[in-house]
């Protein structure tokens, strides 16, 4: 319930006035039935119980009774009249006010008053001359006291609410529903901050007092702070996000600008004109939870670290599952734990598989202007030699190569070159022209075209990679492409035959040298049509399908190997 502060001392001012000035009384209480009587005792309800002689107010009531008693004589009716003015104009500041000890606002209202005083000095001098008519000289005080004191008292005063938390006065405002906006908005983000409802637990408590206007507020200046110190699990630092999410918090903007600068220093050099960051990498002086991350080292380790998140790869022809692992840093049972629905004997391309793809915390963006000499290739002039096959060749005469001076400003993202843009480009020395002599005779059938066919026409059934067979993964360094028993084996490309005969798991193998490091195995045959030494062209039937050796059915075991070392054959059959 509201209180209203209001003076204590107001019977004790009444029995003085009643023992100080009986004729007064006695005057007051003749005349009381009659209109100015009742109205003279409305004035004396208003104005009792209102503060001392001393206050400009008080000196304001003593000159209406001089120059009512100057007017008719202190004894008059009118003088004791300008008597009981005095007294109740004694003192128009609360007692609210004074228990408060705000003895000052005598001094924030004394220029007012010394004004509306000498307004009343200039009435007398007026009032004088019309000291012969009584009647109206009364009425003309006891209204002009009545209007001088109520609105100096409404022009300085008003009434507000005294707002006490925890036994602590915040100030006085005009509404009490404006703390309980602030209350309910540090509700609000506390709770947005913790990750669970919080309430304010304070002891909040409303007074009504009587204030002057000008320290009356339509809020409480500090109170969002004050409560928010009151909550343990909430601190107000230098907040940082990266992309909107809080990885730490630090106690100055200049340690945010460290940090940053420190994180960068791995890629910045004498060279470097500029740096930046992709991430939204934000500080904000604000409330944040407790438990968020606060040493300085350990928040510039999380940064400067790598972070996991979810990606896609669609398989390209060719792939297989132990190059897709090996390519994007994974091991192959956690990419097959990654799709439990792929089939590894059967990837296809445009498959689709989930990976788990590690990328820097922050990316550093850096700009290098850089000079260096760059080597101008030759041109070359190529002439016919009908001494070598088509598609031969060889240099005749050596070009040299030409030199510029170059000026460049080279993008970087963690290091890694991305872009670079050419700002001066000097030639120092022109390059010389080289002569290549080129091959015009028809290759003849056997000689290898550099290119690959088919060797059979069927379904893949297992393909170039880590496979499960006979109950365990096993490297397959070739392809299977299944096919009726019998079914005639062609040579991929012309070569010279180097193996021709039974080879262990492979069966009945043919192996075709192809003479520029490429060889090819045809495995499993059913029968050999081939010796080693014969050379075979394109296309030409070197074997039959069959399952001979380690083995699960009818299929052509194709391989291709570069230098002795197995390759995907996908990525050479068209």
């Excluded at 009490?176 to 709770?191: F, L, M």
């Excluded at 022109?430 to 003849?444: I, L, M, S, Y």
């Amino acid at each position: 319930m509201d209180e209203l502060l209001i003076p204590s001392n107001r019977t004790a001012k009444m029995k003085h006035e009643e023992q100080a000035d009986p004729p007064a009384r006695e005057s007051t209480q003749a005349g009381k039935s009659s209109p100015l009587g009742r109205f003279g005792d409305r004035v004396h309800q208003i104005t009792a119980g209102l503060m001392g002689s001393d206050s400009p107010l008080g000196r304001l009531g003593g000159k209406v009774h001089q120059i009512a008693a100057g007017l008719t004589g202190s004894n008059s009716p009118l003088g004791r009249f300008g008597g009981k003015v005095h007294r109740t104009v004694a003192g128009l500041v609360p007692d609210a006010l004074r228990r408060e000890g705000r003895t000052k606002d005598k001094a924030s209202v004394s220029a007012g008053m010394e004004e509306l005083i000498g307004s009343v000095e200039h009435a007398a001098v007026s009032l004088r001359t019309v000291a012969r008519k009584p009647a109206v000289i009364p009425v003309f005080l006891l209204i002009a006291s009545l209007c001088i004191a109520g609105g100096v008292f409404q022009t300085v005063y008003t009434t507000g609410y005294q707002v006490t938390v925890n036994g602590t006065k915040m100030g006085v405002v005009s509404d009490s529903a404006s703390v309980e906006t602030v209350v309910q908005a540090v509700e609000d983000r506390a709770s947005a901050i913790l990750g669970y409802d919080y309430t304010v637990d304070a002891d909040i408590q409303f007074n009504r007092v009587v204030v002057e206007k000008t320290k009356l507020s339509s809020s409480v200046s500090g109170l969002d702070t004050y409560l928010f110190s009151q909550i343990g699990e909430v601190m107000k630092r230098y907040v940082i996000t990266v992309d909107g999410v809080v990885v730490g918090a630090l106690d100055s903007q200049s340690q945010y600008d460290e940090l940053l600068d420190q994180i960068a220093s791995a890629y910045v050099d004498e060279n470097t004109k500029s740096y930046s960051f992709s991430e939204d990498i934000e500080v904000n002086y604000d409330y944040v939870s407790a438990s968020v991350l606060q040493d300085y080292d350990q928040i510039k380790t999380l940064l400067t670290s790598s972070r996991v998140e979810a990606a896609t790869y669609v398989v390209q022809e060719g792939d297989t599952y132990y190059d897709i692992a090996y390519e994007n840093s994974m091991s192959l049972s956690d990419l097959m734990a990654l799709n439990p629905q792929a089939d590894i004997d059967s990837l296809h391309p445009d498959d689709v598989l989930n990976l788990n793809a590690s990328v820097p915390y922050v990316t550093v963006n850096t700009v290098e202007n850089v000079s260096y000499t760059e080597n101008i290739a030759c041109p070359v002039e190529e002439v016919d030699d009908a001494s070598m096959y088509v598609g031969d060749s060889k240099v005749v005469t050596q070009g040299v190569e030409g030199q510029a001076e170059v000026n460049a400003d080279v993008n970087y993202v963690n290091g890694v070159e991305t872009t670079r843009t050419v700002l001066t480009y000097t030639v120092t020395s022109e390059p010389t022209t080289q002569v290549v002599a080129v091959g015009t005779t028809e290759r003849p059938t056997w000689v290898a075209t550099g290119s690959f066919r088919w060797p059979v026409s069927g379904n893949i059934t297992s393909y170039f990679g880590y496979r499960s067979i006979f109950g365990s993964y096993s490297y397959h360094s070739g392809i299977d492409i299944a096919t009726s028993y019998g079914t005639a084996i062609a040579a991929a490309d012309g070569g010279t035959v180097v193996w021709s005969g039974y080879k262990g798991s492979y069966g009945n193998l043919v192996i075709i040298d192809h003479g520029n490091g490429y060889k090819s195995y045809y495995g499993h045959c059913s029968s050999l049509l081939v010796s080693v030494g014969d050379k075979v062209y394109k296309g030409q039937t070197i074997a039959r399908v069959g399952s001979t050796g380690r083995s699960t059915g009818n299929h052509c075991h194709f391989e291709v190997r570069y230098n002795d070392s197995a390759v995907n054959p996908l990525n050479y059959l068209p």
